[in-house]
């Protein structure tokens, strides 16, 4: 049900490709089963040393990821945890890959999380940010909100289907502005943010750790 949820794989990949070095570490938080990670491997194809770290609150997810990469990726190095991200001791890194994760924890849990994520990468490491938006403007807002219950309806989601999930999400899922995470993003000491995808309410950032 996430428009353009195919391209922000795939160009999430690509991305990695200019960021992460021979040897690199690369973070996957929130990683249900893998895609992302999937993805990235893909594209580095030519890196011989390359650690994934996926993590996932979920045991009964991260056993099935844990399954899925080691299947597709036999020669990796992969680490699956169990693990609240907030709660991680990260190990220097290149990449952090933040898909559609962010956007279920507290407000406030959001910018400490993100110094802390900060703070593992190395100089000219990227973080790599998808989520669900809305806007400040109500009626963009309320437009690309509807044509998103069109999308899903072409998609084959029932009225009924389509209901529920907005119920279930009701309360779990709240979502910042595009403004407000490009600020987050330089707040916390990145030394460039800029939003690379839109579809509809949902976003991906990037954001790159100067070298000094």
């Known amino acids: 049900s996430i428009p353009g949820y195919s391209h922000i794989l795939g160009m999430t990949g690509v991305i990695a ?18 895609a992302t990670t999937l993805s990235v491997a893909q594209q580095l194809e030519h890196l011989e040393r390359v650690e994934f770290v996926t993590v996932d609150t979920s045991a009964a997810m991260t056993e099935r990821c844990a399954n899925i990469l080691a299947e597709n990726l036999p020669k990796r190095s992969i680490t699956s945890l169990c693990s609240d991200i907030r709660h991680l001791d990260y190990q220097p890194c290149d990449l952090i890959l933040l898909n559609f994760t962010l956007q279920f924890l507290p407000p406030n849990d959001r910018q400490p999380l993100l110094e802390k994520l900060y703070q593992a990468l190395r100089p000219g490491g990227a973080l790599i940010i998808s989520e669900k938006i809305h806007f400040q403007d109500p009626r963009q807002a309320q437009l690309l909100y509807e044509l998103h219950h069109d999308f899903k309806r072409a998609n084959g989601y029932s009225d009924m289907e389509i209901s529920q999930k907005r119920t279930a999400l009701e309360d779990v899922m709240l979502t910042d502005t595009p403004e407000q995470h490009l600020q987050r993003l330089l707040t916390t000491g990145f030394s460039f943010a800029s939003q690379w995808f839109q579809y509809l309410n949902f976003a991906s950032f990037l954001a790159i750790k100067g070298d000094c």
Do not use: M, Q, T
């Open 17 to 34: 490709k200019r960021y992460v070095p021979e040897g690199g570490r690369i973070y996957d938080l929130g990683a249900s089963l893998g």
